[in-house]
């Protein structure tokens, strides 16, 4: 029981610490929504090749593996493992793999929020 709380509590805080920083970014520089994203999910593949980000899911958990950084970490993950299985060909098709289950249900779930949703100008 305990250990369970404690794992909550470390995916509680990796995950508001990624938050805060994307907030500081926000709130602090001129660089526009999209571009934080990229740059997040930038950031979780070159820190996933460098071996930290591995270090911080072990902490962090579901805490770090849902920000964008966790879609980052996952591609490069995926990209490693099939390197290992396919050569240089899994370098493209690993990280599509890896994700794909999560693109999908963005789509579906986008589209079913669409259908439910009355659309509407904003003003």
């Known amino acids: 029981m305990r250990e369970t709380i404690i794992q909550y509590i470390n995916a509680f805080v990796a995950g508001g610490l990624i938050c805060a920083v994307g907030q500081v970014l926000i709130d602090k520089t001129k660089l526009t929504p999209a571009r934080i994203l990229v740059l997040f999910v930038s950031l979780g593949v070159v820190l996933t090749g460098l071996g930290v980000y ?13 920000p964008l950084t966790g879609f980052g970490y ?50």
């Open 54 to 66: 591995e270090k911080i899911v072990e902490v962090g958990g579901a805490g770090a593996t849902i």
């Open 74 to 123: 996952n591609l490069a993950k995926g990209a490693f493992r099939d390197v290992d299985k396919y050569g240089l060909l899994g370098a493209f098709t690993g990280g599509i793999r890896a994700t794909a289950a999560g693109i999908a249900a963005a789509v579906f779930f986008s589209f079913l929020a669409a259908l439910a949703v009355k659309p509407r100008a904003k003003t």
